[in-house]
């Protein structure tokens, strides 16, 4: 896993400690060099931007401003190369490198920026990559303001980047011999456990990414500061069911993630 938060202040937002989520990215029209540049927008992650070269670039243009403090890079294949993250406030505008990140490999990629605090407002972003494989790919690409988890989750989480969910089937021989295992499938997983929510914080802020599932994926980053490796491209197959605590105003949610694997 990869995650870059150099750009980012807290500010007012809220501690690192806290799980940030993109749900709702930006959208608009895609540039891009390579083939099939607009792949890496949709929710398909074996439909790929084909990179074509060892350097390009892949640009969304949205239709008016839009708040950007978030990008992820998932299902892709640029272990070892570059991969600088712009913004532009207007079309055509000058672009400013928010961040550089250099994957050690081909996990998922969560990038964390902001103006002092606040959102940058944007018109473009832009992802510059030199250095990758030339038959390097990218499945996701996202970039939008992230949900800021109220409470911080505690003891007892499982990070997404340590846990696996891994399906084999052994194969025998009609004499009983063991002739290997093969993998069918693979992914992350991890149960996240939220309490002391405020009623009017979860209906403003939470049941809006709620009603996004289970058709949605989504980007989590479970806890910036304690976990850095646990960042990831998620979806789930429940609809939260959230409940009141019984003490003040408060409310608890759980929610069960699958990741993708590399």
């Not at 239709?63 to 299902?75: E, G, K, L, S």
């Not at 979860?202 to 500061?225: C, D, H, K, M, V």
Request: glycine share 8%; with cysteine; charged share 15%.
């Amino acid at each position: 896993m990869t995650l870059s938060t150099s750009g980012y202040a807290v500010s007012s937002n809220e501690p690192l400690t806290h799980a940030r989520i993109l749900y709702a990215p930006i959208t608009g029209t895609i540039t891009a060099d390579g083939t099939g540049g607009a792949l890496a927008a949709n929710d398909y992650t074996f439909q790929r931007w084909e990179l074509g070269a060892t350097s390009g670039d892949w640009t969304i243009q949205t239709a008016a401003d839009a708040d950007v403090d978030t990008v992820f890079i998932a299902a892709h294949s640029l272990a070892g190369a570059t991969i600088l993250v712009q913004t532009a406030a207007t079309v055509g505008g000058a672009f400013t490198t928010r961040a550089t990140v250099t994957p050690t490999d081909n996990s998922t990629i969560a990038v964390m920026f902001n103006d002092a605090g606040v959102a940058y407002s944007v018109r473009e972003v832009r992802l510059s990559i030199s250095g990758a494989p030339e038959t390097a790919t990218v499945g996701i690409i996202r970039a939008g303001k992230a949900l800021q988890m109220q409470q911080a989750v505690f003891g007892g989480v499982e990070p997404i980047g340590l846990n696996r969910i891994v399906e084999t089937r052994h194969s025998m021989s009609e004499t009983g011999q063991w002739l290997g295992r093969t993998i069918q499938r693979q992914a992350r997983r991890t149960q996240m456990n939220w309490a002391h929510l405020t009623a009017d914080w979860y209906r403003a802020n939470f049941e809006p990414f709620s009603l996004s599932l289970p058709q949605t994926p989504f980007g989590l980053i479970q806890n910036p500061s304690k976990m850095p490796e646990s960042v990831a491209w998620c979806w789930t197959d429940d609809t939260p069911t959230p409940s009141n605590m019984g003490i003040k105003n408060l409310m608890q949610v759980s929610l069960s993630i699958t990741g993708y694997l590399e």
